[in-house]
């Protein structure tokens, strides 16, 4: 929560619900805490891009290759192609949260699961480049090492032997494909709203918004509500074609 807060310092409901975890309050006698902790929208996928090597990545290749043996990097190295983070289009921003047919307000984005990805990446960028012009320059000194062995970069009647070493190493750096594997199950935002209610049983109606307007249909479940205890409502709506789906714990 307290990382939510900071993400989201402007939240009224965040800074409240910090404030509660603080100071201990829990749902007064007769009643019980209900979290409905939203999946929202389409979570971010990996496409190709390139990447031009920075000196900070070529710092982290050499570190890793000076432990791998006697390497040496390229005065310059040709961009890398790496898998870049692509977000999915915004149809659903946020969940109408209604109890018994009341309307009583909207799940609160506490985690963008795309803007942590991007992020993250970004921080990560040296690293990645880095090991991928590491992996560049093992390659080549395969065939090198090939060439050598074989003694095509001696023996000049083994011209064809070099020619065939040298395009299977063009071949072997332009098959270099970024990897592509993704969660592809991952949400867009983690979302949540609280509220206490009288013990009971009660039906919890969901409803997806974009920028203030309804763009999906009703759905829920009924929600056992204990004294003093919480229950907890998981709903997913990755958008607006989708149809909800909530899982509610006993």
Known sequence: MQTANEWRPGSEFLQAELMRAVAGQHAPPGYGSLYVIALVGRGPKKVTGTEEVTSQALLVADQILSGLGDYTLPPTVAPIKIARIELAPVTVDSLRVSINREELGVTENVGDIGRLAVARQQELMPQIVGRAVARRVLKKGIIVAGKSASGADKDSGNDLTSLLYTAAGVAWEAAEQADLRCWSLLPGSIQVYRIDLPVGAHQLDLRGEFQGRTVSSRFGAAVPIRDGQSTFAIATL?????????????
């Open 238 to 250: 990755p958008d607006r074609q989708a149809d909800g789906r909530v899982f509610v714990t006993r």
